[in-house]
Structure formats: structure tokens, C-alpha cells
């Protein structure tokens, strides 16, 4: 699937041919896309979906304004993270947690939730996804700070009603 990013500040739009290149080629560090003309990062993907099974006359309409890759497990499985907004200038508001395998004997990769399910992710997955979520400024430092107290090795398991 191409991925066609919209900048902001200047009127040009970049492709990128793959979910790949998309993180490869069009991201930053912290996992924002790119203007591939302006360098700037005020850009989106529109993701508009078909009708769900369950409401047949709603559609999913975001904008995808980063992509955050965490660490492939040993399958080659590669979870990732689309993180979206509600308009193409508005904050990011959601995570969209997915994986992809490896290509296949035709090069092209398989996105999906997960083999047979959502994506699992370890512990060690969770905190690196919260340290790259806090380098986005998804995350305020504080947050993070808290966080890391609740999940900490030796920390008590919280009691749930």
C-alpha cells in the first residue's frame, strides 16, 4: 500500500511506496512524518477505511501523523504504531497498535493485527514504546515518570477490584 504524505507548510506531497519506506524514508527519530520536500513535520496521511462489519454505515476517517516501530520479536513479527489525530492539523488523540512480518517471496509485507490476534507486547516492548511515545511528546516527562513507577520489576501488583 502507497502512502501519500500531505505537508502542511508548503503545498507539495511525498509518497512513500510502502510501510517501510513510510518509517525508513519518512519519518524523524521520534517517529513524525516528513515533508520529503520541506523537511518539515506539520504532515499526515489521510487513512480512511471501508464500513465496519458491525455499523455498515460508519467508515474510520484519521489522519496518521507518526509511525513508532518497536523491536521485532523472534518470529520476525514487528509490532508498530500508528499514531493519529481526528483532523490533518490536530494533536495526536489515538494509538494504533499493529504489526508486520517480514516480506515474502513477492517483497511485500504482511501488516495486520497480529498472527491470529492483536499484537503481543513484553514488558520490555510496553516500556520501549512509553520511553518512544515520551521522545514524540505524546507522553509528558511526568507521566512517564509515574508510569515507570507502577511497572517497575520489583513494584507490588496493583490491587483491582
Not at 18 to 28: E, M, R, S, V, Y
Not at 54 to 78: F, H, M, N
Not at 126 to 149: I, N, S, T
Given at each position: 500500500?502507497?502512502y501519500q504524505i500531505r505537508c502542511l507548510k508548503c503545498p507539495a506531497d511525498t509518497w512513500a511506496g510502502n510501510l517501510l519506506d513510510l518509517i525508513d524514508g519518512h519519518t524523524t527519530l521520534t517517529g513524525r512524518l516528513r515533508c520529503g520536500?520541506?523537511?518539515?513535520?506539520?504532515?499526515?496521511?489521510?487513512?480512511?477505511?471501508?464500513?465496519?462489519?458491525?455499523?455498515?454505515?460508519?467508515?474510520?476517517?484519521?489522519?496518521?501523523?507518526?509511525?513508532?516501530?518497536?523491536?521485532?520479536?523472534?518470529?520476525?513479527?514487528?509490532?508498530?504504531?500508528?499514531?493519529?489525530?481526528?483532523?490533518?492539523?490536530?494533536?495526536?488523540?489515538?494509538?494504533?497498535?499493529?504489526?508486520?512480518?517480514?516480506?515474502?517471496?513477492?517483497?511485500?509485507?504482511?501488516?495486520?493485527?497480529?498472527?491470529?490476534?492483536?499484537?503481543?507486547?513484553?514488558?520490555?516492548?510496553?516500556?520501549?514504546?512509553?520511553?518512544?511515545?515520551?521522545?514524540?511528546?505524546?507522553?509528558?516527562?511526568?507521566?512517564?515518570?509515574?508510569?515507570?513507577?507502577?511497572?517497575?520489576?520489583?513494584?507490588?501488583?496493583?490491587?483491582?477490584?
Amino acid at each position: 500500500m502507497a502512502y501519500q504524505i500531505r505537508c502542511l507548510k508548503c503545498p507539495a506531497d511525498t509518497w512513500a511506496g510502502n510501510l517501510l519506506d513510510l518509517i525508513d524514508g519518512h519519518t524523524t527519530l521520534t517517529g513524525r512524518l516528513r515533508c520529503g520536500h520541506c523537511g518539515e513535520t506539520e504532515t499526515y496521511v489521510a487513512q480512511i477505511t471501508g464500513r465496519w462489519e458491525q455499523e455498515p454505515d460508519a467508515s474510520w476517517d484519521e489522519y496518521i501523523k507518526g509511525v513508532i516501530r518497536l523491536t521485532p520479536d523472534a518470529l520476525g513479527i514487528t509490532p508498530f504504531v500508528f499514531l493519529t489525530a481526528a483532523a490533518p492539523d490536530g494533536e495526536v488523540s489515538q494509538l494504533r497498535v499493529s504489526y508486520y512480518t517480514a516480506p515474502g517471496p513477492d517483497g511485500r509485507l504482511t501488516p495486520g493485527l497480529g498472527p491470529g490476534t492483536a499484537p503481543a507486547l513484553t514488558m520490555d516492548t510496553l516500556r520501549q514504546l512509553l520511553v518512544k511515545l515520551g521522545a514524540y511528546g505524546f507522553v509528558r516527562p511526568r507521566e512517564l515518570e509515574v508510569v515507570a513507577q507502577l511497572i517497575r520489576l520489583d513494584a507490588p501488583l496493583l490491587d483491582t477490584p
